[in-house]
């Protein structure tokens, strides 16, 4: 039998495991909810404590060593054979987990100001809520099912449309002490605020709108569609947005939808999940949940489709 005493650091461990499956300590950190330099430090301790250096280092940019590559895998097994006993202890005593993963700007402004209503109906279900940019591996990284915006392609999960969406310009009431561009003509002299990638270009929208114009260059550039709404409502400028994602603050009135053109998006929320999972009760009453909810935002009258 092993000696537990030589065991490392479970916190440790766990830094190591998520450094190497990133191949990256600020996303390791991200997952875990720590700073990077605690990913560091952890990660440093554990390559002293087992005398053998585990990732090289380039600058910011790290890879796994043959031997931390190893070491990570059998980790990764290790956890998930923790985490899968843990969640059957718990539902063989009648409390079941839901893990949701979902981006960021659609968690905090469509999916979390709902879920109150889920977890209502199933108390016995506790909800963990992830929130990422990045793609995340369901089956590798614990998660029951996903909410992701694209094309509905996931090699390896099944997958479900179940919204699409709009993009439309959007600005404070405040913008320019309350002279709003009239029409899609005057966003010539406005400020477009813009968000980095061509999928969030505003050149679709000036095509369906008539404009010949270029896409805007220079001024603010945000990585995520909820700082550039902060920036419009703060009165920085016009932001090109997905309905989902606008709506709580234009029923809030701290943003007004400028003109009555909107550009339907090629992607959409498709509801994710691996297919051997797929019959877990928490799994079914999400998903149904999920459609439910979809249909109620849908028919309030707001819908741009």
């Known amino acids: 039998m092993a000696d537990f005493r030589k065991l490392p650091n479970l916190a440790a461990l766990r830094a190591f495991e998520a450094a190497a499956r990133h191949e990256s300590f600020s ?14 430090h952890q990660i440093r301790a554990l390559e002293q404590e087992l005398g053998l ?4 280092r380039n600058g910011k940019r790290i890879a796994g060593t043959d031997a931390g590559r190893r070491f990570a895998a059998a980790i990764r097994k290790s956890l998930t054979d923790i985490a899968a006993a843990a969640e059957t202890l718990q539902e063989q005593h009648g ?24 977890i209502d109906r199933h108390p016995d279900i506790e909800v963990i809520l992830q929130s990422s940019s990045h793609l995340n591996d369901l089956a590798r990284d614990g998660i029951d099912v996903g909410v992701r915006f694209g094309l509905g392609v996931y090699p390896g999960l099944k997958s479900e449309k179940v919204m699409e969406d709009f993009y439309y310009p959007v600005a404070s009431p405040r913008y320019r002490q309350g002279r709003l561009p009239a029409s899609p003509q005057e966003l010539r002299d406005c ?23 270029p896409d805007p260059a220079g001024g603010l550039v945000t990585e995520d569609s909820s700082l550039t709404l902060r920036a419009a409502a703060d009165g920085a400028g016009v932001a ?7 709506s709580q603050e234009i029923a809030a009135g ?32 999400f998903r149904n949940w999920l459609l439910e909810e ?12």
């Open 27 to 40: 996303r390791a950190a991200e997952e875990i909810h720590v700073t990077p330099g605690a990913i560091s």
């Open 53 to 56: 250096q585990l990732f090289t």
């Open 95 to 118: 409390r079941q987990r839901l893990v949701v993963s979902s981006p960021p700007s659609f968690a905090s402004r469509w999916l979390a100001p709902r879920l109150w209503k889920f």
């Open 191 to 213: 400020t477009l605020l813009r968000m980095d990638g061509l999928q969030e270009s505003w050149l679709p929208w000036f095509e369906l709108a008539g404009l010949d114009l």
């Open 240 to 246: 090109l947005t997905r309905h989902a994602i606008a």
């Open 254 to 285: 701290e943003l007004v939808r400028l003109f009555d053109i909107a550009l339907k998006s090629e992607r959409g929320y498709h509801f994710v999940y691996v297919a051997e999972t797929f019959n877990k009760p928490q799994i079914q009453y």
């Open 294 to 305: 979809v249909a109620l935002f849908q028919s309030n009258g707001r819908w741009p489709g």
